[in-house]
């Protein structure tokens, strides 16, 4: 019996409702799913964990007893369980199907791009797709918010897309997020956000396993840092973005009667979409619900947006600019693959990965402690 897929409630306990609860709401009426130090908060810092999601959190409880003692639990991610989707959710507080960054690689009509790196085939696309029309809701409420992130990724377009109006705080070094949030609370500020990738790359590059173990470890050290660190009266919250699979055997290559139905794909390996050749709609989710049913979800462009998989959104359906972004056909696996697209590629196999609707990517922690 395969399992069911983790649709989250954009509603209740979920990435997108962290934000609001923080900035628009004061002590006392905060959402009841908030952690209790959370509730009566007045100084927060936020640490987004890149990767580490709420089951591997708990299968490394041991190497963790910083973030082990926080109070606190799980809430779900958005779909696609992906960074680009679920930071620029954090961030507006909004759902895939609001602010439109719908997954890893995006159909833009005249290309695929890849939302990290707004490019496509090296090919640079800021000024194709302005990063705030591709993404117009300002993040934090339009507040300016401190950002504690690496140094490097001030000025990309994705920061632009989903951090715009920010105040950029870098780091270089996974030390100096601590002398930087600890300076900014120290100067007034109220809210910080800061980010730190470390448990993500180490997953994807190493899988789990004694590199991952070092790094999760190395991850409680930054929270016990900060929660040593930060002046009295502060809260720190603990969440992340997704978590993550460890994939058993080699990306499955799509075979060529179901190829032929194919025009391109977008996505990513463990949220796929295929989008059909003009007449092949409905073949193409026949044939590719024959040869996958077996291992993934395989559902249709309508499926998705129906059951509210990328969110709600504030009309009454997803508008048709961020719908046209979406494929006819999306293969999301509940098995450990993943899917090749020979266009999808980087400068190694990645072991973990992430994206579907698993309770192992979809469930992430949601922890608090004040110092």
């Known amino acids: 019996m395969t399992e069911k897929p983790v649709i989250p409630n954009y509603s209740g306990p979920n990435l997108t409702g962290i934000m609001p609860g923080c900035l628009l709401r004061g002590p006392g009426q905060r959402p009841q799913w908030f952690p209790e130090p959370l509730q009566g908060a007045t100084k927060i810092v936020l640490l987004l964990l890149d990767g580490l999601g709420a089951e591997q959190l708990e299968s490394h409880r ?39 960054i719908v997954g890893y690689r995006m159909d833009m009509g005249d290309s695929i791009m890849n939302s990290l790196r707004w490019w496509s085939d090296s090919r640079d696309l800021r000024k194709i797709h302005p990063p705030a029309l591709v993404q117009p809701i300002p993040p934090f409420a339009g507040m300016d918010i401190p ?64 590199f991952y173990e070092a790094e999760i470890s190395a991850a409680d050290w930054l929270v016990g840092a900060l929660l040593s660190a930060l002046p009295s009266g502060t809260t720190l919250v603990v969440t992340a973005d997704h978590g993550q699979v460890q994939i058993g055997e080699p990306a499955i290559k799509l075979p060529k009667d179901l190829m032929d139905c194919v025009h391109h794909q977008s996505g990513e390996g463990r949220f796929r979409w295929l989008h059909a050749r003009r007449g092949s709609e409905d073949n193409l989710l026949s044939i590719s619900q024959a040869l996958f049913s077996h291992q993934a979800w395989v559902v249709s462009r309508e499926q998705v947006i129906e059951e509210a998989w990328l969110g709600p959104s504030k009309g009454a359906k997803m ?52 110092v």
């Open 319 to 370: 508008s048709d600019s961020v719908a046209r972004r979406l494929g006819d056909v999306a293969l999301v696996p509940f098995a450990d693959v993943t899917y090749e697209d020979p266009l999808d590629s980087g400068p190694f196999p990645l072991i973990c990965r992430h994206g579907s609707l698993t309770s192992a990517e979809m469930y992430v922690p949601f922890l608090a402690a004040t």
């Open 147 to 210: 950002v504690v992130s690496r140094t490097e990724l001030e000025g990309t377009a994705f920061t632009e897309a989903h951090l715009r109006g920010t105040k950029p705080c870098g780091w270089r070094a996974a030390s100096s997020i601590v002398a930087q949030c600890v300076r900014l609370v120290n100067s007034g500020e109220r809210f910080v956000y800061a980010y730190y990738d470390g448990v993500d790359k180490i997953a994807h590059e190493r899988g789990f396993g004694p």
């Open 62 to 100: 041991h190497v963790a007893p910083n973030l082990s003692s926080m109070t606190g639990g799980k809430i779900t991610t958005i779909a696609p369980s992906t960074t680009a989707s679920a930071l620029t959710s954090l961030a507006t507080g909004a759902s895939p199907a609001e602010h439109g």
